[in-house]
């Protein structure tokens, strides 16, 4: 079956911007994670969505938002983009969760200048 | 907070080489992930460790996991050119959440 696919796998945005980021998970899938992965820090938690709605979410200003549709597809949003947000940006998505194994997408990298 | 500290962060070895890659925290984990990326890619989960003094072989790819569950590691026997990567290990949070907790890390380069 389909691994997970992220779209666009490449962005060049300008600071201020905002961008939305789009995730689609393996069919069947209801989990679907989202992380950022830089350098400096490694990947980091953003938020996670079952079923539409927000599950659990990691320490990052409210300019990082996201939402889950009932297909489960799933987009991410960063509003008032920052130099530091550059990064390498990741979905997961697992059957139900944490107890499942989690696949990874192969990421959208974002350059903000 | 549950971190995971993961050493070396970066290794340079000749083909045929062993090595051993840790992963280590001060909080305990349900289970512990190990994951391979490589470049332009997503991490590729290798192995899976749940219980405390667990080891696991893939090829040759052995993982342990500590009595404690508090740590975790990854030898690599005769390590292959097609070893390179990005090695990540991942402790689950608590509760029953997708949150990974990943360690930094560690760049892995087989020449050969």
């Known amino acids: 079956k389909a691994g997970v696919t992220q779209t666009p796998r490449y962005l060049i945005k300008t600071r201020g911007q905002q961008v939305t980021l789009s995730c689609s998970p393996i069919?069947?899938?209801?989990?679907v994670s989202w992380y950022q992965q830089t350098p400096g820090q490694g990947l980091q938690f953003l938020f996670e969505?079952?079923?539409?709605?927000?599950?659990n979410k990691g320490n990052f200003p409210g300019r990082f938002s996201g939402r889950q549709f009932s297909n489960s597809r799933s987009e991410m949003n960063v509003s008032t983009l920052e130099l530091g947000d550059s990064a390498l940006y990741l979905c997961?998505?697992?059957?139900?969760?944490?107890?499942?194994?989690?696949?990874f997408g192969p990421g959208t990298r974002l350059l903000v200048l | 907070t549950q971190l995971l500290e993961q050493s070396p962060q970066f290794l340079s070895i000749q083909e045929g080489e062993n090595l051993t890659v840790y992963c280590n925290s001060s909080?305990?984990?349900?289970?512990l992930q190990w994951y391979r990326q490589e470049p332009g890619e997503g991490p590729v989960l290798l192995v899976t460790?749940?219980?405390?003094?667990e080891v696991k072989k893939l090829k040759r790819l052995t993982f342990q996991f500590g009595d404690a569950r508090k740590d975790s590691s990854l030898h690599i026997t005769a390590a292959q050119p097609g070893d390179t990567g990005l090695y990540l290990c991942?402790?689950?949070?608590?509760?029953?959440?997708?949150?990974?907790?990943f360690g930094q890390g560690t760049t892995l380069q087989v020449k050969p």
């Open positions: 997961a998505s697992s059957l139900l969760g944490v107890q499942e194994t989690q696949y």
């Open positions: 069919s069947g899938h209801r989990s």
């Open positions: 969505y079952f079923s539409e709605t927000q599950r």
């Open positions: 909080s305990v984990f349900s289970s």
């Open positions: 460790v749940v219980t405390g003094g």
């Open positions: 991942a402790g689950k949070g608590s509760g029953n959440t997708g949150k990974l907790i």
